[in-house]
C-alpha cells in the first residue's frame, strides 16, 4: 500500500525552529489530502495541520500562525515548517495521508495512512 516515512524530529528550545518531512511510496495513483496530527503523553491525537493536493490548507488554532504546512505532489512529500516552538508542542507528531494506491493487483481508494511517528520536544 502506501509507506509514510517521516523525519525531521528531535529536541529544540523554547522559541526554535524544526521542520517535519514525510515521504509517502507505493505504487500511488493518487493523494487528497496529507497532513499531521500529533499525540502527547496522556493525551489524544489531534489535528495539527493538513494540505489538500489542490494547495487548500487548515491548521488547529493553537498552532496557526506559527506552522507552515506547503506539500510537493511531484514528490509526494509534505513538510511541517514549526517556528516560535512551545514546550506544548512537544509530542509525537505523525504524517497523514488520504491516498488511492495499488498493492498485488488491488485497488485500495481513499484509504488512510499514517506513518509510524516522529518525537518533538521542547524544552529548555
Known amino acids: 500500500q502506501v509507506q509514510l516515512v517521516e523525519a525531521g524530529g528531535g529536541l529544540v528550545q523554547p522559541g526554535g525552529s524544526l521542520r517535519l518531512s514525510c515521504s509517502a511510496s507505493?505504487?500511488?495513483?493518487?493523494?487528497?489530502?496529507m497532513g499531521w496530527y500529533r499525540q502527547a503523553p496522556g493525551k489524544q491525537r489531534e489535528l495539527v495541520a493538513t494540505?489538500?493536493?489542490?494547495?487548500?490548507?487548515n491548521y488547529a488554532a493553537s498552532v496557526k500562525g506559527r506552522f507552515t504546512i506547503s506539500r510537493d505532489n511531484e514528490k509526494n512529500t509534505v513538510y511541517l515548517q514549526m517556528n516560535s516552538l512551545k514546550p506544548e508542542d512537544a509530542a509525537v507528531y505523525y504524517c497523514?495521508?488520504?491516498?488511492?494506491?495499488?498493492?498485488?493487483?488491488?485497488?485500495?481508494?481513499?484509504?488512510?495512512?499514517w506513518g509510524q511517528g516522529t518525537q518533538v520536544t521542547v524544552s529548555s
Open positions: 494540505i489538500t493536493s489542490g494547495g487548500s490548507t
Open positions: 507505493g505504487v500511488i495513483l493518487g493523494i487528497n489530502s
Open positions: 497523514y495521508s488520504q491516498a488511492t494506491a495499488v498493492e498485488h493487483e488491488v485497488l485500495y481508494r481513499d484509504s488512510d495512512y
